[in-house]
Structures are given as C-alpha cells and as structure tokens.
C-alpha cells in the first residue's frame, strides 16, 4: 500500500510505501532525506511502480509526545532565527520551523527573493540553540499552503485543502480561458501567484478551442470578412466584427 503523508506542513504531502496497516489520521515515521521523520497519513493510495520513500512504522506513544512537545517549541525557536536574521540584515522572510524527531536538528524555512548566502546565520543559530540547523528556501505557494486561508471564491485555497502535487499554471491557460485581459490582480491567489483552479477546467478548453480562430483573427461569414472579437468556448461561438461595423454572432460550422 502507498500512503500520502504530511511530514512537513510548508510542503505537499509525499507519498510513501509499506505493508503496514496505516489508516487516514495514523500518525507514522517515514524515511526522509534528512532522517526519519514524524508525519501523518492523510491519503490511502494503490500501490504501482513509482519509486517511493519507505514509511517505516507506526508512530509509538512517545513519538506523538516528542512531536507535540516539539510543536510547543517552534514559537521560541521562530524567534531566535528571527533575532539573529535581524542581526545579519538578510532580506529572508521566516514561514516555519520544525525539530527533528530525535532532536539533533532544526529546520527553517524560509521565503527570500533569489539566493541567500545565510552560512554566518546558520552558525550564529546553531550556537545558540546547541542544534545542526538546516535552512529550506521554499516558494510562496508553499507560504500559502502554511498559513491556508480562504480565496475570493470563499473556498479554502486549493493548494492547502487538496493533497498531491498541484499542475504549474501559466499564463497560457489565462489567455486559453478568456481571462487574462481581467489583469494580474484578478487572477492571482492570496501567494501573488496565479490561481491553481485556472488548471481545473484546462483541458476541457484545450480541446473546445480545438478548430476556433483566433482572438482579432480576420474570418469569413455568409456576411463576408470581418475580425474575431470574442470567442465562446463553451457555446462554440464566435462574436465577429464586420467590415462595415457590425457585430454578428456567429457558430464555429458557419465559419467559411
């Protein structure tokens, strides 16, 4: 069996692979890149031939304890890296932090505009709070899903209710849609970046463009000539602006 599993709450959950019996809540140990970790399922998925990390066990009491304990602890933590990142004047924007299951190591994830040179900081930290420290340069979709929230449709946003890894969105599919012409600003999730449920509907206009002219593309009617203004995917119609003025609507099989 396959289990998505939440292991650090800055990232999407992660899909892991073992014959234990794990069900939608259990709090587990799963093997990561930086040692094991605790995390929980949220998923159940089919086993298949992707290669997967291994989810190691099922969390034990002490496990719960130790992560809960370590959740107490992320407050003071913050503030120390944010003191020391004060001190160093380094244009970094703290999001969130996490001890490592046995205590050897902190991680500190963190927003910044292109690459930071944060070794000074990172020893500083280390020096005070006696810990290997780690320092995780993420994006701000991955703020968003942090923090979560609500987007303009009044729905928790997508990236924070929705597990598994979530398509890039373009501009393209803007423009495919009919939607980029609202601007930047009314497109854009609570990240700044656009909306992920610009990816929802994609395909389906993909393939309802499919034979369509192009938005001031010039056509021929039973009118005669005249320039696409509009188009509706969804209606396979055509709004066309005539050589003489006129607006005329029309089908996509009426187009000469």
Not at 100 to 108: A, M, P, V, W
Not at 191 to 202: D, I, N, V
Request: glycine share 8%; charged share 30%; aromatic share 8%.
């Amino acid at each position: 069996m396959n289990f998505l599993v939440n292991v650090y709450s800055w990232e999407l959950p992660r899909i892991f692979s073992s014959d234990l019996e794990a069900k939608v809540g259990d709090g587990v140990i799963v093997a990561t890149d930086y040692g094991n970790e605790f995390g929980q399922v949220v998923e159940l998925l089919p086993k298949n031939k992707e290669k997967v990390s291994k989810l190691l066990r099922l969390a034990t009491k002490r496990d719960c304890e130790v992560f809960e304990k370590n959740k107490k602890e992320e407050k003071n933590l913050l503030k120390v890296c944010r003191e020391e990142i004060k001190k160093a004047d380094l244009m970094i924007k703290l999001v969130a932090a996490k001890a490592s299951l046995d205590g050897k190591q902190i991680i500190f994830a963190f927003i910044a505009d292109g690459r930071v040179d944060f070794r000074e900081l990172v020893r500083n930290i280390s020096g005070k709070l006696k810990k290997s420290i780690r320092m995780q340069q993420i994006g701000s979709r991955d703020e968003a899903r942090n923090f979560g929230g609500y987007g303009i449709c009044g729905r928790e946003i997508c990236c924070a209710k929705f597990s598994g890894s979530l398509k890039s969105i373009t501009t393209e599919m803007a423009r495919q849609q009919q939607l980029a012409h609202r601007g930047s600003e009314r497109i854009s999730g609570l990240c700044g970046r656009l909306m992920c449920c610009l990816a929802y509907e994609w395909e389906q206009y993909q393939s309802l463009l499919k034979g369509m002219p192009e938005i001031y593309s010039v056509v021929s009617v039973k009118e005669g000539k005249g320039t696409v203004m509009e188009i509706n995917a969804v209606n396979q119609e055509i709004k066309v602006k005539l050589e003489n003025g006129e607006y005329i609507q029309v089908k996509k099989q009426d187009l000469k």
